[in-house]
């Protein structure tokens, strides 16, 4: 190997020093994550430094800061690190069984996937199943991801995309708004103050159209976290559109209650997205086999009928 090519290739201690140092904005904060002393930070980054042949690091006697060559540095490393981080994860899960990286929808995920996972795991041992929070449309391949579930339209480029289920969605709020606020028709619903969801901008518009409600619908709080809005509902904030089976609990507590008995669906529909390359990986087909099942049997319940 030439002296370039040595120069090029720093070692994996430094570059992890240099990443957490960047990141903390500390050598003993680096330190102390790394389990090292911090002079044995502040002489990997300079060994990298000399190694480099640039300046990564101001220091003062305020503390340390990234110089504009270390931002870039750092930028880029900190993706090479993640990359190299997943790779040693997968080769390490691999000597146990075959793995799946699925990606999850949050609030989907916690309370709806996560309780039946359970009998996943009872069905199928020999599959490690890592989890990882995503909302929209990413590169599989870039994030190191077999398996998505996707909440639109079938659309996802390089992926095939397996129906789950429609989402079916209807105003509520908590009993006390409702008690001051009465609403009887749908055309109630123009006078009260509703909650918006930022990732369903349109929700609002699509179920007044669909119920015949000719006003427009008014502006109001928007949240970006589907858990925000149950509160400000339970809170008392006004009127959320939410799918009935994410607030089960809510609703069996009675902190919310429906606050116009009409379902719509929604212009979006639940579907299992993964790459067409890995359709026929084992897990991934396990996987989605079970789902379809487990969404089969959730059809079943009573609450859901």
Known sequence: MSNLSRRLLPSTSALAAFESVAR???????????????GAISRQISGLEEQLGILLFERSSRGVALTESGRAYAKAIGAALSQIRTASL?????????????????????????????????????????????????????????????????????????????????PVCSPEFLAEHPIRTADDLATVSLLHMASRPGAWTHLFETLGVTAIPSPGMRFEQFSSVAQACSAGLGVALMPLFLIEAELSA?????????????????????????????????????????????????FYA
Not at 263 to 286: C, E, G, H, N, W
């Open 24 to 38: 903390l904005g500390s050598f003993s904060a680096a330190a102390e994550e790394l389990a090292l002393t911090q």
């Open 90 to 170: 997968q080769a390490m899960t691999k000597r146990h069984g075959d793995t799946l990286n699925l990606a999850m929808l949050p609030t989907f995920g916690t309370r709806w996937l996560l309780p039946r996972i359970p009998r996943f795991v009872a069905a199928h041992p020999e599959i490690t199943l890592n989890f990882a929070t995503r909302i929209g449309i990413f590169d599989f391949e870039q994030d190191g991801l077999d398996v998505a579930i996707h909440i639109g339209q079938p659309n996802w480029p390089g992926a095939e995309c397996t129906f789950l289920m429609d989402e079916m969605v209807a």
């Open 254 to 302: 009675g902190t919310l209650v429906q606050a116009y008995p009409q379902q719509v669906r929604s212009p979006s529909s639940y579907y299992l997205a993964a790459p067409i390359t890995k359709m026929d990986f084992r897990p991934v087909a396990l996987f989605r086999n079970w789902l379809i099942e487990e969404v089969g049997r959730w059809r079943n319940e009573p």
